[in-house]
T-cell receptor
Framework: AQSVTQLGSHVSVSEGALVLLRCNYS??????LFWYVQYPNQGLQLLLK??????LVKGINGFEAEFKKSETSFHLTKPSAHMSDAAEYFCAVIPKWENTGFQKLVFGTGTRLLVSP | EPEVTQTPSHQVTQMGQEVILRCVPISNHLYFYWYRQILGQKVEFLVSFYNNEISEKSEIFDDQFSVERPDGSNFTLKIRSTKLEDSAMYFC??????????FGDGTRLSIL
């Protein structure tokens, strides 16, 4: 079954430092990949999505992710962390995009980003 | 921007009682979903709903669970006889066309 693996349940960075959150997917066929962010006591907000149009995907709040088929990875990065980036980040995959609009998301275990002053 | 709304934000229920979680999906979306997130764990797919019937469900979604779209706007998740292990955050989501799923802010269900 299609799945995603997020390495590191917690990542700590200093404000202004590079953010790197790792996600690897298991598939021989490039899937549709997403990053969602969850702020405390809130729902899931879409950061960005990969749907095979471009390997480098830019999202909201300065985040971007690069799809690397050779590494089956879709790591999330941000050049300079801000205190407001502290949240839980989830990588997710749709194994097969159906043009009907049906999407079943399979989530990774999440990575909590901690940002210190 | 249209959004998915869920009510209540927090529900406290005695074990064995029935609970109904409510969601209003985005109006032009056709697919509706429920996900669950047990504290400290990952978000898990429960069920999807299309054209007034379940299109897919997970192993978690047993006979204690049911979903319904009672009218043109609401989408509900019912748990018939709650158990302690049903305590979790429940997220509703909707999708349509080629747009990604939109999630609500969730309902925190606490079973006592």
């Amino acid at each position: 079954a299609q799945s995603v693996t997020q390495l590191g349940s917690h990542v700590s960075v200093s404000e202004g430092a590079l953010v790197l959150l790792r996600c690897n997917y298991s598939s021989s066929v490039p899937p549709y990949l997403f990053w969602y962010v969850q702020y405390p006591n809130q729902g899931l907000q879409l950061l960005l999505k990969y749907t095979s149009a471009a390997t480098l995907v830019k999202g909201i709040n300065g985040f971007e992710a690069e799809f690397k088929k050779s590494e089956t990875s879709f790591h999330l990065t941000k050049p300079s962390a801000h205190m407001s980036d502290a949240a839980e980040y989830f990588c997710a995959v749709i194994p097969k995009w159906e043009n009907t609009g049906f999407q079943k998301l399979v989530f990774g275990t999440g990575t909590r980003l901690l940002v210190s002053p | 921007e249209p959004e998915v709304t869920q009510t209540p934000s927090h529900q406290v229920t005695q074990m064995g009682q029935e609970v109904i979680l409510r969601c209003v999906p985005i109006s032009n979306h056709l697919y509706f979903y429920w996900y669950r997130q047990i504290l400290g764990q990952k978000v898990e797919f429960l069920v999807s709903f299309y054209n007034n019937e379940i299109s897919e469900k997970s192993e978690i979604f047993d006979d204690q669970f049911s979903v319904e779209r009672p009218d043109g706007s609401n989408f509900t998740l019912k748990i018939r006889s709650t158990k302690l292990e049903d305590s979790a955050m429940y997220f509703c989501a909707s999708s349509g066309g080629d747009q990604p799923q939109h999630f609500g802010d969730g309902t925190r269900l606490s079973i006592l």
